[in-house]
């Protein structure tokens, strides 16, 4: 049942430096798709295509072992902040309250 | 409706905490509660659809008790609440703009500055006598767990992601199972987004009415069932987007989102036009365009979607996006050669 569903093949921008990783776990603890695990006192990544760069892993690494470049994969955030010139932009926040 | 008096129906009371009292609120959800949560799952009021930040207390807290931190998004927060039943625990509600947990540690509302801005505005360390709050794993995107700990002096420990595991997650001494860390997207969980969806393809819809009432006054026909009848493929099209598409997820080849609503559409446009359709013209328009309207929408799901990561969006919009418009254009282009030629 887990990442059952999977997106597209090889575009995810995570990284894993391993000299840096303490083995704390922190970041398994946060992965929302599994995509990373403990073994032998490091953590590895198991499931790279799973990963949907929410970012969680690397804000929670005390240790800056994880990097990725987070966003949201949403193509209506891309467009709008494509069409204002400015970075994905979804729309779903408090700024509008008009509607 | 709300009482100024009284304060919203879900405050049952008030209990002593710290310096002052905080609202107790009720495990159980009024129908107007349930009501509200069906509107905003049909994009009424949904940007406004907030509580005040701040503490609250659930059953009969004490200085012993948990402390549960959630979203100002009154639908988050009512999910919470109901789960809660029967615990007595502190429940502190962060200023997201009325956004959920997920999509305001996107955007960072949900954060660690706001986590240590409440604690203080609350004071907190005054409430409990212990240093330890429980946050949604969802809001870790935009929680530095480390940097709370040390602005603040609170552990965080990370919860299960669904409000419905509390229990048992607390019942296993805060362990979580494995199931409770993976997202989900089951056929329920799909169904529940795809109103907002529908919601906002109006545009598009409106265009695509637009489009074709025009095109039929140029063809010579004023306002008929005919008409009305010949606008269904493009209905059914934004329907295939927003409904098929999200409900057959799993099981619709492909991994692109685009390219699913494509499928899909190009399929049911083949179905339409063996039944009803006639000359190549009006065959080959259908087959350019709604097909090209069904993979716009499904691209547009991503979003909704708990399993798409921004780089794969941004590779499949870049081949999916200029093929929609080429597709739209070229089906436009032949309507109105069609068109001409008839005049």
Redesign the interface.
């Known amino acids: 049942?887990?990442?059952?569903?999977?997106?597209?093949?090889n575009?995810?921008?995570l990284n894993l430096d391993k000299t840096k990783c303490t083995g704390c776990g922190?970041c398994t603890?946060?992965?929302?798709?599994?995509v990373l695990t403990l073994s032998n006192g490091k953590v590895e990544t198991i499931d790279r295509d799973?990963?949907?760069?929410?970012?969680?892993c690397s804000?929670?690494c005390?240790f800056e072992a994880l990097t990725v470049?987070?966003?949201?994969?949403?193509?209506?955030?891309?467009?709008r902040g494509a069409l204002k010139g400015t970075a994905?932009d979804?729309a779903?926040?408090?700024?509008?309250?008009c509607? | 409706m709300e009482d100024k008096e009284k304060g919203p129906g879900w405050i049952k009371g008030w209990v002593a905490a710290g310096m002052g009292f905080v609202p107790v609120i009720s495990t159980r959800l009024s129908l107007e509660d349930t009501l509200g949560g069906v509107c905003v799952r049909w994009g009424i009021g949904r940007?406004?659809y907030?509580i005040l930040p701040g503490l609250y207390a659930v059953g009969k807290p004490d200085a012993d008790s948990l402390v549960l931190v959630t979203a100002n998004y009154k639908l988050t927060f009512d999910s919470l609440r109901k789960n809660l039943e029967g615990l007595s625990v502190w429940v502190l509600v962060l200023d997201t703009?009325?956004?959920n947990v997920w999509?305001a540690?996107?955007?960072g509302?949900f954060g660690t500055e706001e986590i240590i801005r409440q604690v203080a505005a609350v004071n907190l360390s005054s409430v409990v006598s212990h240093r330890m709050m429980i946050l949604p794993?969802?809001g870790?995107?935009?929680?530095?767990?480390?940097v709370v700990t040390r602005m603040t002096g609170f552990k965080v420990v990370?919860g299960p992601?669904r409000a419905a595991d509390i229990p048992r997650f607390l019942n296993n001494g805060l362990k979580?199972d494995?199931?409770m860390?993976?997202?989900?997207?089951t056929l329920k969980e799909r169904l529940a987004v795809m109103p907002v969806e529908l919601i906002q393809s109006w545009k598009i819809a409106l265009a695509a009415l637009l489009f074709h009432v025009l095109c039929a006054f140029a063809g010579g026909n004023t306002i008929s069932w005919s008409v009305f009848f010949g606008f269904l493929p493009y209905a059914g099209a934004i329907l295939i987007g927003c409904i098929f598409v999200p409900v057959m997820?799993?099981w619709i080849p492909g991994?692109?989102?685009a390219f699913k609503g494509w499928l899909a559409g190009i399929v049911s446009a083949f179905v339409y036009i063996l039944i009803y359709g006639h000359q190549w013209t009006g065959n080959l328009v259908y087959l350019l365009i709604l097909p090209a309207i069904s993979s716009f929408f499904a691209?547009?799901f991503?979003?909704a979607?708990?399993?798409?990561?921004?780089?794969?969006?941004?590779?499949?919009?870049k081949v999916a996006l200029p093929l929609i418009v080429i597709s739209v254009v070229f089906g436009v282009v032949l309507q109105i050669f069609g068109l001409w030629r008839l005049l």
């Open positions: 049942m887990i990442n059952s569903m999977r997106y597209l093949k575009v995810v921008t922190r603890e946060v992965c929302p798709r599994t799973a990963c949907i760069e929410c970012g969680a804000r929670n005390p470049s987070a966003g949201v994969g949403c193509a209506y955030a891309v467009i994905p979804c779903c926040s408090g700024k509008s309250d509607c | 940007m406004s907030r703009k009325g956004v999509c540690a996107g955007k509302t794993q969802l870790a995107p935009g929680v530095a767990a480390h990370y992601i979580a494995p199931g860390r993976a997202v989900s997207f997820l799993p991994r692109s989102l691209l547009n991503t979003g979607t708990p399993y798409t990561s921004l780089s794969g969006v941004k590779k499949e919009m």
